[in-house]
């Protein structure tokens, strides 16, 4: 079996639902020890992470990436067992297939790969991994930042291996990512009859106008490389469950998925206003998961996008596109940052699956943009 494949099968057999990583950075880290990686792991609270480093001077690469996955969803409705790595007409399918442990197989190849033909290449080699990047991310990737801090490291260049192509392997690099910025907004009113509606007050229904001018209010107009602003409301609730009480208060969930157009204080501060001026008794509940990030140039897009097109002939498509990811918190370090993986079609779904034949491509790729940022850093492009 071609050892990318083989390597993400292997991976895909150790059950790792978030935060458990089942073993797969033991595999990991013995995989890159053989080749001269200095592995150190890294437990914050129940979550496994892991540094590996190789080179002692110069420019630093790192592989970023997770090995926690998320719930199967129903054993019943999955073709084949979901831990079980099962390959048909060229498909591999299995929980982790595309998010991302082939990505993390094809990381540790290209490594793998490099490092046999130039041991003693220039520059240095990074791996962050992490089992806490489809929880809620606090024991992960940002207590490893934490710690690299108080190392006095620092990254140059990181690549995610999150699954950026949407129709055909290499058609989108993701270079920055919306920021992410949810609310919980509650309401107050005057619970009564609803046969007496002069003695109650319906927070329901002062709400709804401000609610419709949040969802018409233009928050800006995006730019080349992010849409405009979205406000969304994702849940509503309010009533007793009794169909003849007026509430006594409502409560709203919403998000923004915002651009680098405008600031996490503005949002709040326009919100505040639009509330503000419909006269509410309310509270607003804020709770930031992400400022928004762009790579818009630099040697690591150059040569992301030229191993990119010497793998797969593609011109890929820059993309900010797509939820949030650990990119969110590496970037802020003074990082570039890319993210570069296998299709997304089926992440997160039954039946998550990959292009057998991608596996050893997005080594390739992986393997290329080492080679033009530590061996040919003047010429990246090429």
């Given amino acids: 079996m071609e050892k990318t494949l083989a390597l993400t099968c292997e991976l895909i057999r150790r059950p790792s639902v978030t935060p458990e990583d089942g073993g797969c950075q033991a595999l990991m880290m013995e995989r890159l020890a053989a080749v001269g990686f200095q592995c150190t792991p890294l437990r914050f609270g ?140 509650t309401v107050r009113g005057v619970q009564g009859h609803i046969a007496y509606p002069q003695l109650a007050d319906n927070p329901i229904h002062r709400a709804l106008p401000a609610l419709q001018a949040l969802t018409a209010e233009v928050w800006d107009g995006g730019n080349e490389f992010f849409p405009p602003t979205s406000m969304q409301i994702s849940n509503i609730n309010a009533g007793t469950g009794a169909t003849n009480v007026i509430p006594g208060q409502l409560r709203v969930q919403f998000n923004f998925r915002f651009s680098t157009e405008v600031t996490e204080e503005e949002l709040r501060q326009r919100t505040h206003a639009i509330l503000d001026a419909h006269e509410l008794d309310y509270e607003l509940q804020w709770a930031l998961s992400g400022q928004p990030f762009l790579t818009a140039s630099g040697a690591l897009v150059e040569a992301t996008v030229a191993s990119i097109g010497a793998t797969t002939g593609l011109q890929p498509e820059l993309s900010t596109a797509g939820g949030t990811s650990d990119g969110r918190f590496i970037a802020p370090t003074g990082a570039q940052v890319v993210e570069v993986g296998p299709i997304n079609a089926s992440i997160h779904k039954l039946n998550e699956e990959v292009l057998a034949g991608d596996l050893p491509r997005l080594a390739a790729i992986y393997k290329g943009i080492l080679e033009r940022l530590l061996l040919h850093p003047e010429g990246a492009a090429v």
């Fill in 46 to 185: 129940e979550v496994d992470n892991f540094w590996a480093e190789r080179g002692d001077a110069g420019p630093i690469l790192v592989f970023a990436g997770h090995t926690d996955v998320v719930p199967t969803g129903p054993l019943e409705q999955w073709h084949s067992p979901p831990f079980e790595p099962t390959l048909v007409d060229g498909i591999l399918v299995g929980r982790g297939a595309a998010d991302m442990k082939g990505s993390l197989a094809a990381m540790v190849v290209a490594c793998e790969t490099f490092v046999a033909e130039h041991p003693e290449h220039p520059g240095r080699i990074g791996f962050l991994i992490t089992s806490d990047e489809e929880g809620p991310a606090v024991d992960g990737t940002v207590k490893v930042l934490d710690y690299l801090h108080q190392q006095g490291k620092s990254i140059d260049w990181c690549l995610v291996g999150e699954p950026s192509s949407t129709g055909q392997l290499g058609d989108v690099i993701k270079n920055g990512r919306r920021g992410s910025l949810g609310a919980v907004l």
